[in-house]
């Protein structure tokens, strides 16, 4: 009997499990505009984009022209300017302007491409913790009403109404319950930091999903698809194809500019020439 009694009363010792107090509240709307706007793949994409505009601002009008000088010494001395401008033919300009637009559609493709993904990725992980939030609340209130069964069970041993082995049994129910919560306190931390890595924040961050599981939405946002419309929808907004069509774009581009590029420049230039005893140009 009395090691019974020692038994219940090392039993007793809950598994400890922390919870948060400073977690930050978000909704999913505030989750997803802040992917949007700090997700570090799509910081990355955006710095293509400016590179890619810059490629198209950089494409210069006119070419710049050349000055050359020649300096003969001696008794006659003199000195010889020129000064040229080469003029591409074959619309190469134009070939090269139509490479750099698809290749800034290109990668506004990308980025429409990715944050996609990235949205989609948010709503998950979003759900994801807002279902472990609930499933941890569940699991929170489990533990307190088998702490209340292990209290009450603990008085009627001692008051000799059960055995030790029915006493032990609500026990070994409570310590169940705090291994499951303890299992959903780990879940959340994960589910917290796949959001932050989504969102662009700091991973250590708590945070707490505000919303529902279960939103009905409004007879206003539901639309009936047919199966064309589907695939006639889907198509339209597919970037992987729209990629494929702009690769076709941008080989063709450049095989012109090649073809281009044999034809010989346009050279018209001046040439001036100083001697010790005349000037003459032509």
Not at 207 to 221: F, Y
Request: glycine share 4%.
């Amino acid at each position: 009997m009395i090691t019974s009694i020692c038994l219940l009363t090392l039993i007793k010792v809950q598994i400890p499990f922390a919870f948060s107090n400073g977690e930050i509240r978000i909704s999913l709307e505030i989750a997803i505009e802040t992917a949007l706007r700090e997700n570090p793949q799509l910081n990355v994409i955006r710095e293509k984009v400016k590179v890619a505009q810059a490629q198209i601002d950089g494409i210069a009008l006119l070419g710049n022209p050349e000055l050359e000088t020649e300096f003969v010494g001696g008794v006659h001395a003199e000195q010889r300017f020129e000064l040229t401008k080469a003029f591409e033919l074959g619309g190469q300009r134009g070939h090269r302007i139509r490479i750099a637009k698809t290749h800034l559609e290109k990668v506004d493709t990308e980025l429409a491409k990715a944050s996609q993904s990235v949205t989609k990725s948010v709503k998950i992980a979003f759900y994801e913790l807002l279902l472990v939030q609930e499933k941890l609340k569940l699991a929170k209130e489990v533990v307190q009403h088998n702490e209340q069964m292990r209290d009450i069970a603990q008085t009627r041993f001692e008051t000799g109404d059960i055995s030790v082995t029915q006493a032990n049994l609500a026990n070994i129910h409570l310590q169940s319950a705090l291994r499951e919560a303890s299992m959903f306190e780990s879940k959340l931390q994960l589910a917290q930091l796949s959001l932050n890595g989504l969102m662009g924040a700091p991973l250590e961050m708590t945070r707490a999903a505000v919303g529902e599981l279960r939103e009905k939405a409004s007879p206003e946002t539901l639309q009936k698809w047919t199966l064309d419309a589907l695939k006639t929808q889907a198509l339209a907004h597919r970037n992987d194809l729209k990629a494929l069509q702009l690769n076709a774009q941008l080989t063709e581009s450049e095989l012109r500019l090649a073809k281009a590029a044999n034809i010989p420049d346009l050279s018209v230039g001046a040439l001036a020439e100083r001697s010790a005893n005349e000037r003459h140009s032509v």
